[in-house]
């Protein structure tokens, strides 16, 4: 999905490796006797399992996988409602993946990338176990040392000073913030105090540690990709070779058309993305798993893939901008035009939010491509469309004066300019221009739009339109639904800032059946059964 750059944005992808000598233990923040954090947690060679209980407030348990030299591959949280027993669900689930100066990051409301440093170490407020990897790098280090902390509570990167104090103490500043602590020969924190207050650091026995299977599954659980029971098609599991890496997907065929099959390849939106466009809240939105359903019932055989890094593909994304994620769908449709029970002049590609500006990117460079279909794509540069999600959340504080809310404006406009980026992606995206790509776009377009999306405006759809027909296409089809937001879930507000509020998980039925309806005469497929 499109997201605002100002927003905050989190979440990741790995599961642990197995427990070597564990150091169970708990490290706790006291003022006098009082007792204000508790962290009790478990760490081994690989991971870091912990449950962070601040008086007062919702319990977090989180876990760490650890790669060499105390780096951190990626943190799984979830937050508890306060008072929660041990085995409920929790009430928010965030994930990240650290891949170079990148934060992969999945929220309920989808997965983005955040810019960061290399080597940053993900963290939210007092998860004191993880405090210990930077008093450990310094320890490796053998004396002072920055380290920079991603925060997930706000989604900036800080750096942490780490310094020594003789043989067994150790300042780390954040800022104008000091703490000392007491450590240990591998850095372990054994005591210390919050400089400027009256708060003091201690170390404790152990307790149970969260489940970490249980935290895992409740933010990523297992994917099944199988065909349902009973459905009039197939679901085979493919690989093929991409420009960065092998990817995976899955191709849904119908069983009982005779001939060669027309084809779709699926495009997803923004932030890597499993081959449904798994959204997880409203019990788990997965926008292409029902658009393949659909189609393929329809006989249309289905192509939909992990991107880059993610699941059953691989390559490389740390630096990858959506030209390069094109040129992994150009990978796939070639792919598809070497089998021999599809037929190459009859391939379509479907793309949602980013998607829908990459679909245009291959339908340009394409001339044997049959149509595109983009679903809520950009019709103007994408800084305006993130200044648009920006006013738009804005609009709605008000705490906000006029004149505040206009600074604000300005300063986020400036901050999205392409020269102030780092992080390729949000460089080359941030000047993205539909404009000239879609005028040269020949192949029929059908462009669907939700009349309630508030990450990619309603009125993105016409001018989006009126770009490709302006290079000559006539065959240019656009359709808006009441009340639909930009997942394409019934929604009338479309807020993207609740989504964690929608009632229902599944994508309107009256979308997917005018994509049916239209791929099914563009492509001249054959019906094998209905929905």
Do not use: C
């Amino acid at each position: 999905m499109l997201r605002a750059l100002i927003l905050v944005a989190v979440l990741a992808t790995t599961r642990l490796g197995a427990q070597a000598t564990p150091d169970r233990a708990s490290l706790l923040i006291l003022r006098g006797g009082d007792t204000l954090v508790v962290d009790r947690f478990t760490r081994s060679t690989d991971s870091v399992v912990g449950s962070v209980q601040v008086k007062g407030q919702p319990r977090i348990d989180y876990a760490a996988v650890l790669g060499p030299q105390e780096a951190v591959r990626s943190l799984t949280l979830g937050v508890f409602a306060l008072g929660a027993a041990a085995d409920a669900a929790p009430m928010q689930r965030i994930r990240i993946l650290v891949q170079g100066d990148t934060m992969l990051a999945e929220t309920p409301a989808g997965v983005q990338r955040v810019p960061s440093k290399a080597g940053a170490v993900p963290m939210f407020n007092n998860a004191l176990a993880l405090s210990e990897i930077f008093t450990r790098r310094a320890r490796a280090a053998g004396g002072a040392t920055s380290v920079p902390y991603f925060a997930i509570n706000g989604g900036a990167t800080l750096d942490v000073n780490v310094a020594p104090i003789g043989d067994d103490s150790m300042t780390a500043a954040i800022g104008p913030q000091v703490q000392r602590f007491k450590v240990d020969a591998v850095g372990r924190i054994l005591g210390g105090v919050i400089g400027g207050t009256n708060m003091t650091f201690a170390r404790g026995p152990g307790g149970a540690a969260p489940d970490v299977a249980r935290l895992d599954s409740a933010v990523a659980p297992k994917r099944d990709y199988s065909a349902p029971p009973g459905a009039p098609y197939t679901a085979e599991e493919v690989s093929l070779k991409g420009p960065s890496g092998n990817l995976g997907g899955t191709l849904t065929k119908p069983k009982t058309t005779r001939g060669l099959l027309p084809a779709v390849v699926t495009i997803t939106g923004s932030g890597q993305q499993d081959r449904d466009e798994l959204i997880p809240f409203a019990g788990g939105i997965r926008l292409f798993r029902e658009v393949a359903d659909t189609l393929s019932r329809r006989g249309i055989a289905v192509l939909r893939l992990d991107d880059r890094g993610v699941g059953a593909s691989g390559g490389d994304v740390r630096s990858a901008t959506s030209a390069d994620f094109a040129n992994d769908i150009r990978a796939a449709i070639a792919y598809l035009r070497t089998r021999r029970d599809i037929d190459g002049s009859r391939i379509a590609v479907v793309g949602h939010s980013e998607g829908g500006a990459i679909a245009p990117m291959i339908a340009s460079t394409d001339p044997k491509l049959k149509a595109m279909v983009v679903m809520a794509g950009p019709g103007e540069p994408a800084i305006e469309i993130s200044m648009a999600q920006n006013k738009y959340i804005l609009d709605r504080d008000t705490t906000l004066s006029p004149a505040k809310r206009d600074s604000v404006l300005r300063a986020a406009r400036a901050a999205l300019a392409p020269d102030k980026q780092s992080n390729a992606w949000i460089k080359a995206w941030m000047a993205y221009d539909p404009g000239p790509i879609a005028r040269r776009v020949k192949a029929p377009t059908l462009i669907l739009q939700g009349a309630t999306d508030r990450q990619v405006p309603a009125d993105q759809a016409q001018k989006l339109a009126a770009l490709i027909r302006a290079g000559g296409n006539r065959d240019v089809t656009v359709r808006l639904f009441p009340a639909t937001n930009h997942l394409f879930v019934a929604d009338p507000s479309g807020d993207f800032q609740v989504y964690d509020k929608l009632k229902s998980n599944a994508i309107n039925p009256a979308v997917l059946g005018a994509l049916a309806d239209w791929l099914v005469a563009r492509l001249a497929a054959k019906t094998t059964a209905k929905p």
